[in-house]
């Protein structure tokens, strides 16, 4: 099984956030995760949104709002996930392709 799909169903498991309708779809798992972040912010003051997107470097030049805040988050989340999915996907591809040595 793929190492990162894994690693997104432990993520999933971790915050509670339901991936079963998913199956091993990696775009749904990441866009259910992101959504969990966000709704389970969004009972959370103003203040503690922007302190959690402070923590994450959410760009929040153009926040004004709560919902604004909160999208953002949603896709700062989304965005690393990816960013984390190419790399373990990268590795994994070195891996493949790593030379034997016959020597």
Known sequence: M???????????KKIGANIKDCGYDKDC?????ALKVKSDLENKSLEIIKEK?????????????KEEFLDAIEEKVK????EENELYTS????????????G
């Open 2 to 12: 793929d190492t990162y799909f894994e690693i997104l169903q432990e993520k999933a």
């Open 29 to 33: 798992i990441k866009d259910i995760l």
């Open 53 to 65: 997107a402070n923590a994450i470097e959410v760009d929040t030049l153009n926040c004004n709002t």
């Open 79 to 82: 965005k690393v996930l990816e």
């Open 91 to 102: 590795i994994e591809l070195q891996k493949n392709f790593m030379p034997i040595d016959l």
